[in-house]
């Protein structure tokens, strides 16, 4: 079993501004065909869950260039850069190298 | 486009059985794993059960013993049966198509609550 952590449960960012929201593994991500099974979604009422970036660096089709992931290992961060009102979401992580678990969520508010 | 379409929730009383359905449409239902995936009332996201194209299955613990998940490739719909339901059950549930075990969740349907109690 792997433990997703996002130390904050909120964030408060101005538009314009740019945010990042860390998500860290009990364990690494790190499978041996050298991938990090890390994916990060954003979720905002009502409408459907979407998957914004996978492998821990890859966009998904149509996903603006603004949501950048990275980091590696047991450490990854979703950026978003130049954040728009339409940002204000709730965003998790997922770990798909074991039995799938998310992270407890991160709360992107207005300032 | 890809869509996912969940039914059948409801309240049910503890003990009891649902079965839940998402209609899939868009793609080639049959060449993907699936999903299901619960958020309890205000609570973050729990993943609880995967089917593969051929219908291997796994399942979160908490609920291997009680729930079922599976697929007819003819209807393009995924079920999840619930059964022994606990008031904890109570959430909302969504499909999400997959691809291999490991791959992320690339879309996801709009969800069913299930709301156990007496």
């Known amino acids: 079993q792997i433990t997703l952590t996002q130390q904050a449960e909120s964030l408060w960012v101005s538009p314009g501004e740019k945010v990042s929201i860390t998500c860290r593994a009990s364990?690494?991500?790190?499978?041996?065909?050298?991938?990090?099974?890390l994916s990060w979604y954003q979720q905002r009422p009502g409408q459907t869950t979407k998957a914004l970036i996978y492998h821990a660096s890859i966009r998904t089709d149509g996903v603006p260039t603004r949501f950048i992931g990275s980091g590696s290992g047991t450490e990854f961060t979703l950026s978003i850069e130049d954040v728009q009102p339409e940002d204000i979401a709730l965003y998790y992580c997922l770990q798909t190298l074991k039995k799938p678990s998310f992270g407890g969520g991160t709360k992107l508010e207005l300032k | 486009a890809v869509q996912l379409v969940e039914s059948g929730g409801g309240l049910v009383q503890p003990g009891k059985s649902l079965k839940l359905s998402c209609s899939a449409s868009g793609f080639t239902f049959s060449s993907y794993g699936m999903h299901w995936i619960r958020q309890a009332p205000g609570k973050g996201l729990d993943w609880v059960a995967y089917?593969?194209?051929?219908?291997?299955?796994v399942y979160a613990d908490a609920v291997k013993e009680r729930f079922t998940i599976s697929r007819d490739n003819a209807k393009n719909t995924l079920y999840l049966q619930l059964n022994s339901l606990k008031s904890e059950d109570t959430a909302i549930y969504y499909c999400a198509r997959g691809y291999n075990w490991g791959d992320w969740f690339a879309y996801w349907g709009q969800g069913t609550l299930v709301t156990v109690s007496s």
């Open positions: 364990q690494s991500l790190l499978y041996t065909d050298g991938k990090h099974y």
């Open positions: 089917i593969s194209s051929s219908s291997g299955t």
